[in-house]
T-cell receptor, first 113, second 115 residues
Framework: DQQVKQNSPSLSVQEGRISILNCDYTNSMFDYFLWYKKYPAEGPTFLISISSIKDKNEDGRFTVFLNKSAKHLSLHIVPSQPGDSAVYFCAASEYNQGGKLIFGQGTELSVKP | AAGVIQSPRHLIKEKRETATLKCYPIPRHDTVYWYQQGPGQDPQFLISFYEKMQSDKGSIPDRFSAQQFSDYHSELNMSSLELGDSALYFC??????????????FGPGTRLTVL
C-alpha cells in the first residue's frame, strides 16, 4: 500500500518557467513533509520541508504548499534552471512513529535550456 | 560542512555471503536511519537507532541486523545474501533537538550487488 504517491513519473519544463511537482498521501497521521532531490549514484539531498500546522513554506526558488484537506502537497520551483534536473522525492513522517520517512515513487524533472 | 559518510561505496558479494555496511552520521546527530532502494523503486525504511538504542523497525529481513555504537556510527550486517538484496543502501542521520527533528540528511549510499 503506497501511502505517499507521486503520480507523475516525469516532468519536462523550459528553463526560466515554473516547475510544479505534486504529491498525494493517504495517512492523515503524517505531520511532517519533506522534499528531496536525487542525482544518480548520490544520496537524496534535503530541499525543503513543511509541518502540518502550516500551509506554505518558502526557501529561495523553492516553495512547498500543503493542502491537508485534500492530502496533497506540491513543490514549486521558480525560475527553473537546468541544474534542477534530477529526481524529486516527496516524503512524509509521523512524529509518533520515530521519524522514519515514507517516500513517494519520485518524479524525474528535466529542465531544458 | 560535514556530511553523512557511508562505506564502502560499492560492494560485490556472492549469494549466501555476508556483508557489513557502515555509516558515520553528521557530528552531533543522535539518530541514524537505514533505507533500501531497489532498482526503479523509492527508498524503503529498514531500521533506525536513537542514542544507540533501536527506535523503529521497518521491512528488514531477519537475516539483517544493525546496531549503533558509542560514537554514534552504525553498521548494517547482512547475512545469507540473496540476489534480491542487490540495492542501494542509504544511511541518514538527524538530530532530535530543535524543530528539525526529522529532517534527515542522507549519505551517498552503498551499492550492493549480489551475484
Amino acid at each position: 500500500d503506497q501511502q505517499v504517491k507521486q503520480n507523475s513519473p516525469s516532468l519536462s519544463v523550459q528553463e526560466g518557467r515554473i516547475s510544479i511537482l505534486n504529491c498525494d498521501y493517504t495517512n492523515s497521521m503524517f505531520d511532517y513533509f519533506l522534499w528531496y532531490k536525487k542525482y544518480p549514484a548520490e544520496g537524496p539531498t534535503f530541499l525543503i520541508s513543511i509541518s502540518s500546522i502550516k500551509d506554505k513554506n518558502e526557501d529561495g526558488r523553492f516553495t512547498v504548499f500543503l493542502n491537508k484537506s485534500a492530502k496533497h502537497l506540491s513543490l514549486h520551483i521558480v525560475p527553473s534552471q537546468p541544474g534542477d534536473s534530477a529526481v524529486y522525492f516527496c516524503a512524509a513522517s509521523e512524529y509518533n512513529q520515530g521519524g522514519k520517512l515514507i517516500f513517494g515513487q519520485g518524479t524525474e524533472l528535466s529542465v531544458k535550456p | 560542512a560535514a556530511g553523512v559518510i557511508q562505506s564502502p561505496r560499492h560492494l560485490i558479494k556472492e549469494k549466501r555471503e555476508t556483508a557489513t555496511l557502515k555509516c558515520y552520521p553528521i557530528p552531533r546527530h543522535d539518530t541514524v536511519y537505514w533505507y533500501q532502494q531497489g532498482p526503479g523503486q523509492d527508498p524503503q525504511f529498514l531500521i533506525s537507532f536513537y542514542e544507540k538504542m533501536q527506535s523503529d523497525k521497518g521491512s528488514i529481513p531477519d537475516r539483517f541486523s544493525a546496531q549503533q555504537f558509542s560514537d554514534y556510527h552504525s553498521e548494517l550486517n547482512m547475512s545469507s545474501l540473496e540476489l534480491g538484496d542487490s540495492a542501494l543502501y542509504f544511511c541518514a542521520s538527524s538530530s532530535s533537538s530543535g524543530r528539525a527533528y526529522n529532517e534527515q540528511f542522507f549519505g551517498p549510499g552503498t551499492r550492493l550487488t549480489v551475484l
